[in-house]
């Protein structure tokens, strides 16, 4: 930590005085110069870690100074109001004689709080001037020269000509720069300054004609060891100052800081890159101020028109489905309270357009080396699409279970090593009368049988080789050797680059129906032979008999035939007629059984 500018001041002040340190109500003494231990003829080590404001502690001398109200009164009120004071004490009202000092003397006394902008310590300096120890012109001008140091607090206190040369430099520029105040005075500051810095710092070191208090932007500054020093400073115009005769440059070094800002300035850049090239919004919540910076991402996921940055954490949260709020937001809290640093949760959040996107966000929290939460940074990544083809798997899924038909899935056999099933459903075991686990991993043609067709097998095999969906029917075997008709759908799937993964195979036990085509089909042939028998055979032995009853009912002379032979053909002719009636009806009877 750069030292405390009090003792920078401190250094500066000629007249006797004390170093003080503020502790709550106390002042305690951590330094004295040698003008003050003159003063009352002490050694500094006799006071050192003495609190002035109880000075039972105190050597005599100094006990019998601080425990007067005129002295007291006026230390307690400036502690008090954080401010400095000033006044003039005659020793002929004081007890001068215990305390060492002439009477008919006049005290100039002063104490003086110090600020550090980086530092909580409050430093106080305390002073003690008498007109016949020192010309009152010497304290007058020590007394100005410490008001206008100490205005600014700053690390390094230097004073510089209307040139940038050095005039007085404070002893901290050893501890800064690692530079003796000696070495410095007498030269040009410009010659430290890195060259691309010199031209800019100039231009505003010219200004200080026209303002009489200027803070300069950065810059750079040589050190001992030739490392260049990132310095800020301000520079205050005091040349009327006949105390002061010169332009004060209060510098601290804010190499560390600007490392940072730098690397900060790298990592938001890389941030938002990242934030960029990523289609989640990337958020960041300051747990402290409960302020949420949001990235890119959250316009292009959820299509909100703001720009990235920060805004306030309720916006977040009302925009969360009222049936999440309280899941979430407890969430969240319990973790920080436990001390945890992993958060992970899924919800649905209000898109631009009204609808609610399904998001699962994952959270990590920042901690402080005390434990507390700071900060939390995560990102919200949308499963919309994801929640809707789960909830179409498990439709799927539902309807390959319950189905009546059978189901297999197999791989696409991309490694030409044959086909292997990879799923079936409880209707293929119910159908086939092999169980799951006997089913997977064998190939689809283990139910095929000595009657199974390796026409159709072939045809089988065509299509799949060539994904091409199709559809046959062929005789395949449970597991207990029965044979039975099924009929095989198969359809090949593919994966969002087109590359197919997997046939679905649908499977049914048609054996009934074939059964009734192959009945309807003996019916029609049983048909066709009827309608034959009555068109052909049932028409010949019909027709003789018409003929020969039209002779015997006309008496029409017969040269060829007598009437016993007409009589003879007469029953042949019904007897035929008789046996092909007996055939129909026994054919009737047949399509009755198949029916």
């Given at each position: 930590?750069?030292?405390?500018?009090?003792?920078?001041?401190?250094?500066?002040?000629?007249?006797?005085?004390?170093?003080?340190?503020?502790?709550?109500?106390?002042?305690?003494?951590?330094?004295?110069?040698?003008?003050?231990?003159?003063?009352?003829?002490?050694?500094?080590?006799?006071?050192?870690?003495?609190?002035?404001l109880?000075?039972?502690?105190?050597?005599?001398?100094?006990?019998?100074?601080?425990?007067?109200?005129l002295?007291?009164?006026?230390?307690?009120?400036?502690?008090?109001?954080?401010?400095?004071?000033?006044?003039?004490?005659?020793?002929?009202?004081?007890?001068?004689?215990k305390?060492?000092?002439?009477?008919?003397?006049?005290?100039?006394?002063?104490?003086?709080?110090?600020?550090?902008?980086?530092?909580?310590?409050?430093?106080?300096?305390?002073?003690?001037?008498?007109?016949?120890?020192?010309?009152?012109?010497?304290?007058?001008?020590?007394?100005?020269?410490?008001?206008?140091?100490?205005?600014?607090?700053?690390?390094?206190?230097?004073?510089?000509?209307?040139?940038?040369?050095?005039k007085?430099?404070?002893?901290?520029?050893?501890?800064?720069?690692?530079?003796?105040?000696?070495?410095?005075?007498?030269?040009?500051?410009?010659?430290?300054?890195?060259?691309?810095?010199?031209?800019?710092?100039?231009?505003?070191?010219?200004?200080?004609?026209?303002?009489?208090?200027?803070?300069?932007?950065?810059?750079?500054?040589?050190?001992?060891?030739?490392?260049?020093?990132?310095?800020?400073?301000?520079?205050?115009?005091?040349?009327?100052?006949?105390?002061?005769?010169?332009?004060?440059?209060?510098?601290?070094?804010?190499?560390?800081?600007?490392?940072?800002?730098?690397?900060?300035?790298i990592?938001?850049?890389?941030?938002?890159?990242?934030?960029?090239?990523?289609?989640?919004?990337?958020?960041?919540?300051?747990?402290?101020?409960?302020?949420?910076?949001?990235?890119?991402?959250?316009?292009?996921?959820?299509?909100?028109?703001?720009q990235?940055?920060?805004?306030?954490?309720?916006?977040?949260?009302?925009?969360?489905?009222?049936?999440?709020?309280?899941?979430?937001?407890?969430?969240?809290?319990?973790?920080?309270?436990?001390?945890?640093t992993?958060?992970?949760?899924?919800?649905?959040?209000?898109?631009?357009?009204?609808?609610?996107?399904?998001?699962?966000?994952?959270?990590?929290?920042?901690?402080?080396?005390?434990?507390?939460?700071?900060?939390?940074?995560?990102?919200?990544?949308?499963?919309?699409?994801?929640?809707k083809?789960?909830?179409?798997?498990?439709?799927?899924?539902?309807?390959?279970?319950?189905?009546?038909?059978?189901?297999?899935i197999?791989?696409?056999?991309?490694?030409?090593?044959?086909?292997?099933?990879?799923?079936?459903?409880h209707?293929f075991?119910?159908?086939?009368?092999?169980?799951?686990?006997?089913?997977?991993g064998?190939?689809?043609?283990?139910?095929?049988?000595?009657?199974?067709?390796?026409?159709?097998?072939?045809?089988?095999?065509?299509?799949?080789n060539?994904?091409?969906?199709?559809?046959?029917?062929?005789?395949?075997?449970?597991?207990?050797?029965?044979?039975?008709?099924?009929?095989?759908?198969?359809?090949?799937?593919?994966?969002?680059n087109?590359?197919?993964?997997?046939?679905?195979?649908?499977?049914?036990?048609?054996?009934?129906?074939?059964?009734?085509?192959?009945?309807?089909?003996?019916?029609?042939?049983?048909?066709?032979?009827?309608?034959?028998?009555?068109?052909?055979?049932?028409?010949?032995?019909?027709?003789?008999?018409?003929?020969?009853?039209?002779?015997?009912?006309?008496?029409?002379?017969?040269?060829?035939?007598?009437?016993?032979?007409?009589?003879?053909?007469?029953?042949?002719?019904?007897?035929?007629?008789?046996?092909?009636?007996?055939?129909?009806?026994?054919?009737?009877?047949?399509?009755?059984?198949?029916?």
């Open positions: 930590m750069p030292l405390h500018p009090g003792y920078s001041i401190f250094n500066l002040i000629t007249a006797p005085a004390i170093l003080l340190k503020q502790e709550g109500k106390k002042l305690i003494v951590i330094e004295v110069n040698q003008a003050y231990e003159m003063l009352i003829g002490l050694q500094s080590e006799s006071l050192i870690g003495a609190d002035i109880n000075p039972v502690n105190l050597p005599v001398e100094n006990r019998y100074f601080f425990e007067h109200e002295v007291k009164s006026p230390l307690k009120k400036s502690l008090k109001n954080q401010t400095a004071d000033k006044f003039i004490l005659s020793t002929n009202s004081l007890p001068y004689e305390i060492k000092i002439r009477s008919n003397a006049e005290l100039i006394v002063e104490h003086v709080p110090v600020f550090a902008p980086t530092d909580p310590t409050i430093l106080w300096i305390y002073s003690i001037a008498i007109n016949d120890v020192k010309s009152l012109q010497e304290v007058d001008d020590s007394e100005k020269r410490f008001r206008n140091l100490v205005q600014d607090g700053s690390d390094m206190i230097a004073i510089l000509d209307e040139k940038g040369s050095y007085y430099v404070s002893p901290t520029s050893e501890a800064i720069l690692g530079i003796l105040p000696t070495y410095l005075i007498g030269k040009n500051a410009f010659d430290f300054i890195h060259p691309d810095d010199k031209d800019f710092v100039f231009d505003q070191f010219i200004k200080i004609e026209k303002n009489n208090r200027l803070a300069l932007e950065p810059f750079r500054f040589a050190s001992a060891s030739n490392e260049w020093r990132w310095i800020e400073t301000i520079i205050t115009d005091l040349r009327s100052d006949p105390s002061i005769n010169g332009i004060v440059a209060n510098s601290r070094d804010i190499t560390e800081r600007i490392e940072a800002e730098k690397a900060l300035l990592s938001n850049e890389r941030y938002r890159y990242v934030t960029m090239a990523t289609s989640d919004a990337i958020w960041d919540w300051d747990v402290v101020d409960n302020s949420l910076y949001w990235g890119e991402g959250f316009m292009t996921l959820f299509g909100y028109k703001e990235p940055g920060f805004v306030e954490i309720s916006s977040w949260i009302s925009r969360l489905h009222p049936e999440d709020i309280e899941r979430v937001e407890t969430g969240i809290y319990s973790l920080i309270e436990s001390g945890g992993n958060w992970l949760d899924e919800y649905r959040y209000l898109k631009e357009d009204g609808s609610y996107a399904y998001v699962i966000d994952r959270g990590f929290v920042i901690r402080d080396i005390n434990g507390k939460a700071i900060r939390m940074v995560g990102a919200m990544h949308d499963i919309t699409q994801k929640k083809e789960e909830q179409q798997l498990r439709l799927l899924e539902s309807m390959v279970k319950h189905t009546k038909d059978a189901v297999m197999t791989d696409a056999n991309q490694n030409h090593s044959g086909l292997k099933i990879t799923y079936v459903n209707s075991t119910k159908m086939t009368g092999y169980s799951i686990e006997e089913s997977l064998q190939s689809p043609e283990f139910l095929s049988g000595k009657n199974t067709s390796k026409k159709t097998v072939r045809e089988l095999r065509k299509s799949l060539n994904f091409v969906a199709n559809e046959v029917t062929m005789i395949t075997y449970k597991k207990d050797g029965t044979e039975f008709w099924m009929n095989l759908a198969t359809t090949p799937l593919s994966d969002e087109g590359v197919f993964t997997h046939w679905v195979i649908i499977q049914r036990d048609v054996t009934q129906q074939i059964k009734y085509y192959s009945a309807i089909e003996q019916q029609n042939e049983r048909l066709k032979e009827i309608s034959w028998m009555q068109s052909h055979v049932l028409r010949a032995p019909l027709t003789r008999l018409l003929g020969l009853t039209y002779i015997l009912k006309n008496k029409i002379p017969q040269q060829k035939m007598s009437d016993l032979e007409i009589t003879n053909e007469i029953e042949n002719s019904a007897q035929e007629l008789d046996s092909v009636i007996k055939k129909i009806v026994l054919r009737t009877d047949e399509l009755e059984e198949l029916g």
